[in-house]
């Protein structure tokens, strides 16, 4: 089974801290997501990579950042914590090369910005 | 660009009900579609897709089919359990990278 693992499942930053989330893949995708979820809201693409070192902006790529240096780890840094960026954060990998091949998730960090 | 509209929750059902949670979608060309459940405390895990018109994707029960004269991919079961409380959702994705836009949500609880 694809393991999807997000660093930690709650956390509690103030107002202008850097933040790091941190997600591992075990099964060698090259696709990974950033999503965050909001009630009502759905679930919004922040950032995507298809690739070491590459990244693509998603739906709402403001006041977020990501690095992917190995093929395995996705984080997304939030330069300057605000309470707007309180939120679920989810993220997912998927093989590339086949049309449609599911995501597979973490099971989410839940982050509160105070 | 690409949207998905689900109806809004919750929904509450009594065990063995009928459930049907209706999924519209804007979308030029030939996307997929999908729907993913979300179990309480835990990530979204794939329900099933349907990857061209008037394709049925099924599983645990489920049923969806892809309407593309109504823009549609209702999700569907016969008789719920109390164990098919969570949250649903809608997507829809493009072939490339697997992207998808999702719909915002449909809780289900079930009661015994």
């Known amino acids: 089974d694809v393991k999807v693992t997000q660093s930690s499942r709650y956390l509690v930053k103030r107002t202008g801290e850097k933040v790091f989330l941190e997600c591992v893949q075990d099964?060698?995708?090259?696709?990974m997501f950033w999503y965050r979820q909001d009630p009502g809201l759905g679930l919004r693409l922040i950032y995507f990579?298809?690739?070491?070192?590459?990244?693509e902006k998603g739906d709402i790529p403001e006041g977020y950042s990501v690095s992917r240096e190995k093929k395995e780890r996705f984080s997304l840094i939030l330069e300057s914590a605000s309470t707007n960026q309180t939120s679920m954060y989810l993220c997912?990998?998927?093989?590339?090369?086949?049309?449609?091949?599911?995501?597979?998730f973490g099971n989410g960090t839940r982050l509160t910005v105070t | 660009g690409d949207s998905v509209t689900q109806m809004e929750g919750p929904v509450t059902l009594s065990e063995e009900a009928f459930l049907t949670i209706n999924c519209t979608y804007t979308?030029?060309?030939?996307?997929?579609l999908f729907w993913y459940v979300q179990y309480p405390g835990e990530g979204l895990q794939l329900l099933l897709k349907?990857?061209?018109?008037?394709d049925k994707g099924s599983n645990k029960g489920f049923e969806a089919t892809y309407r593309k004269e109504t823009t549609s991919f209702h999700l569907e079961k016969g008789s719920v359990q109390v164990s098919d409380s969570a949250v649903y959702f809608c997507?829809?994705?493009?072939?490339?990278?697997?992207?998808?836009?999702f719909g915002g949500g449909t809780r289900v609880l079930v009661k015994p």
């Open positions: 997912a990998s998927s093989l590339a090369g086949q049309s449609n091949s599911p995501l597979h």
């Open positions: 099964m060698d995708h090259e696709n």
């Open positions: 990579s298809y690739d070491v070192k590459m990244k």
């Open positions: 979308a030029t060309g030939y996307p997929s």
């Open positions: 349907a990857t061209k018109a008037d």
């Open positions: 997507a829809l994705g493009r072939a490339a990278g697997n992207k998808l836009t």
